[in-house]
């Protein structure tokens, strides 16, 4: 007799829902059982595997993640700020590598809070709130985080509030001493808004890097980029990437002016 597969399966079908920023939805990934992409007006925003946190499928979040293993070899992480929080791809792998820090999640948009909260919740508590990033950053005490990983995105740019000296200071204010600032940054060439970008960040933190792919970081194709600030760790690179630091970002950034506020 023909076998008709496990009639206990459940069949996972596609989430959609109205958020403030527009359309969301949750797919599914045929190719694995738990495995979720969080779009949002279309455009892919996170991938989860709620069996396992640690499967990455986007480049730039294996980045993120590399910078944190290297970062948590020498230190652990009590206090983590996330602005951002997309489908909580990052808090989830950090609960399952420092399950006894405590994390907070700002995303300024309640409706996709929801509908994460309700559709693929995390497994371990994460505090989320709504609201704005740099309001977030501005009433937090000072060096209240050990690390901060920057993942706000309207569309595909950074907010413009959030791409300044006067936040970058802020976000220097608020991380404690030893501690690692972990922003993406998506960019096209010629990486101009990225060069800017270092050079903001470099104005609030003696010490900054920038991992990325090479055609990215050689202004060849569009992409994801990565800043570190603090604490910035040796990050094992992978196959055609590479991590900036000291001279060579001072080439790169080619006499970028930092970012002011408008009405400063």
Same mark, same amino acid.
């Given at each position: 007799?023909?076998?008709?597969?496990?009639?206990?399966?459940?069949?996972?079908?596609?989430?959609?829902?109205?958020?403030?920023?527009?359309?969301?939805?949750?797919?599914?990934?045929?190719?694995?059982?738990?495995?979720?992409?969080?779009?949002?007006?279309?455009?892919?925003?996170?991938?989860?595997?709620?069996?396992?946190?640690?499967?990455?499928?986007?480049?730039?979040?294996?980045?993120?993640?590399?910078?944190?293993?290297?970062?948590?070899?020498?230190?652990?992480?009590?206090?983590?700020?996330?602005?951002?929080?997309?489908?909580?791809?990052?808090?989830?792998?950090?609960?399952?590598?420092?399950?006894?820090?405590?994390?907070?999640?700002?995303?300024?948009?309640?409706?996709? $809070?929801?509908?994460?909260?309700?559709? $693929?919740?995390?497994?371990?508590?994460?505090?989320?709130?709504?609201?704005?990033?740099?309001?977030?950053?501005?009433?937090?005490?000072?060096?209240?985080?050990?690390?901060?990983?920057?993942?706000?995105?309207?569309?595909?740019?950074?907010?413009?509030?959030?791409?300044?000296?006067?936040?970058?200071?802020?976000?220097?204010?608020?991380?404690?001493?030893?501690?690692?600032?972990?922003?993406?940054?998506?960019?096209?060439?010629?990486?101009?808004?990225?060069?800017?970008?270092?050079?903001?960040?470099?104005?609030?933190?003696?010490?900054?890097?920038?991992?990325?792919? $090479?055609?990215?970081?050689?202004?060849?194709?569009?992409?994801?980029?990565?800043?570190?600030?603090?604490?910035?760790?040796?990050?094992?690179?992978?196959?055609?990437?590479?991590?900036?630091?000291?001279?060579?970002?001072?080439?790169?950034?080619?006499?970028?002016?930092?970012?002011?506020?408008?009405?400063?």
């Amino acid at each position: 007799m023909a076998t008709h597969g496990n009639r206990h399966t459940p069949v996972r079908r596609a989430v959609v829902a109205a958020v403030a920023s527009g359309r969301a939805e949750l797919v599914p990934d045929p190719a694995r059982p738990r495995g979720w992409t969080l779009l949002v007006n279309g455009v892919p925003q996170s991938y989860v595997d709620l069996a396992d946190p640690e499967h990455l499928e986007f480049a730039y979040v294996r980045q993120i993640a590399r910078a944190l293993r290297a970062w948590g070899r020498h230190a652990v992480p009590a206090r983590v700020l996330h602005l951002g929080g997309g489908a909580l791809t990052v808090p989830r792998l950090v609960a399952r590598w420092w399950p006894g820090a405590a994390q907070r999640v700002v995303e300024h948009d309640p409706d996709l $809070i929801a509908l994460v909260s309700r559709e $693929i919740p995390p497994a371990r508590p994460v505090e989320i709130v709504a609201g704005d990033a740099r309001e977030a950053v501005e009433r937090a005490p000072d060096q209240g985080y050990d690390v901060i990983v920057a993942d706000v995105f309207t569309g595909a740019a950074m907010p413009a509030h959030l791409g300044t000296v006067q936040f970058a200071r802020q976000l220097a204010r608020v991380l404690a001493p030893g501690g690692l600032l972990v922003m993406n940054v998506t960019d096209v060439p010629p990486m101009a808004a990225t060069r800017i970008q270092v050079a903001t960040v470099a104005a609030a933190f003696a010490r900054v890097g920038l991992l990325g792919e $090479i055609p990215v970081l050689r202004g060849r194709r569009a992409g994801n980029v990565v800043v570190l600030a603090g604490e910035v760790p040796p990050v094992p690179v992978a196959r055609g990437e590479r991590l900036l630091r000291e001279g060579e970002l001072v080439v790169f950034s080619g006499g970028a002016r930092p970012r002011m506020d408008a009405n400063r």
